[in-house]
Nanobody, 123 residues
Framework: QLVESGGGLVQAGGSLRLSCAASGRSFDGDYMGWFRQAPGQEREFLAHIQWSHSFPYYADSVKGRFTISRDDAKDTVYLQMNALKPEDTAVYYC??????????????????WGQGTQVTVSS
């Protein structure tokens, strides 16, 4: 089970930190990713990170502004979002994939999805 939290309304230039708590089994070797989907647009990959390892990977669109991190002890992954823009407004989802299917994450695919959390950036 994946449960996101931390969304909300923020002014342009502000920051938010999203959390995704994972539960139900061991995740060693799996990848946790963050995605977003704005109304009328396709789902967009943002970043992923592998449990128990480092090497986060980011989409070019958020590199330098967003940071993915994890707390292995809490089975929680975070997405720190800085310098937010109105175009960052979307529903943000965390997702989980195994070590093989993780290669499809940049294409917008994952094995398991959270319910999503709304992020709204006002101008």
């Amino acid at each position: 089970q994946l449960v996101e939290s931390g969304g909300g309304l923020v002014q342009a230039g502000g920051s938010l930190r999203l959390s995704c708590a994972a539960s139900g089994r061991s995740f060693d070797g799996d990848y946790m990713g963050w995605f977003r989907q704005a109304p009328g647009q396709e789902r967009e990959f943002l970043a992923h990170i592998q449990w128990s390892h480092s090497f986060p990977y980011y989409a070019d669109s958020v590199k330098g502004r967003f940071t993915i991190s994890r707390d292995d002890a809490k089975d929680t992954v975070y997405l720190q979002m800085n310098a937010l823009k109105p175009e960052d407004t979307a529903v943000y989802y965390c997702a989980l994939s195994g070590p093989i299917t993780a290669a499809t994450m940049p294409g917008g695919f994952a094995d398991y999805w959270g319910q999503g959390t709304q992020v709204t950036v006002s101008s």
